[in-house]
């Protein structure tokens, strides 16, 4: 996996990275890549604080250290089921603003309200529909 890490300004930051994986299922299926593996994984996270543009107290962040993600396809089976699962780019977004005590966070988790699913691990994979497009506001208070 390669990572870089920037800063572009003072205020502006970005994390990219990228990964891939080559495998081979050499114990069942020689030739063929390893069950639930996504064979390109990628993501972007970007934290820009607005005091450049007169706004000082707020923050667009990439949605909780997730940001915008890509998992590429791959073949899942699951109990009693197999799935092809396309791939995939989900985008979420935090838009903080900060004053003294208080925190203001509007948080809104798969922007584009992208259908798709996701693996859960338990004791073999599970394919299960990805969560939609969700927004919450938090406020806190730091004493």
């Given at each position: 996996?390669?990572?870089?890490r920037t800063c572009i300004t003072e205020d502006w930051s970005i994390v990219a990275s990228y990964g891939y994986t080559d495998t081979e299922d050499k114990a069942n299926n020689p ?113």
């Amino acid at each position: 996996m390669k990572v870089m890490r920037t800063c572009i300004t003072e205020d502006w930051s970005i994390v990219a990275s990228y990964g891939y994986t080559d495998t081979e299922d050499k114990a069942n299926n020689p030739g063929d890549s390893l069950l639930n593996m996504s064979e390109h994984t990628a993501s972007l996270f970007m934290t820009h604080r607005l005091e450049a543009i007169g706004l000082p107290h707020f923050i667009i962040d990439g949605g909780g250290g997730r940001g915008l993600r890509h998992t590429g396809e791959m073949y899942v089976v699951d109990p009693g089921n197999s799935v092809d699962m396309d791939d995939v780019t989900v985008c979420d977004l935090n838009i903080t603003y900060q004053y003294g005590p208080w925190t203001a966070v509007l948080a809104v988790q798969n922007l584009t309200d992208q259908e798709y699913r996701e693996i859960a691990f338990f004791r073999s994979a599970v394919a299960t529909f990805g969560a939609p497009r969700y927004a919450f506001l938090s406020i806190l208070y730091d004493f």
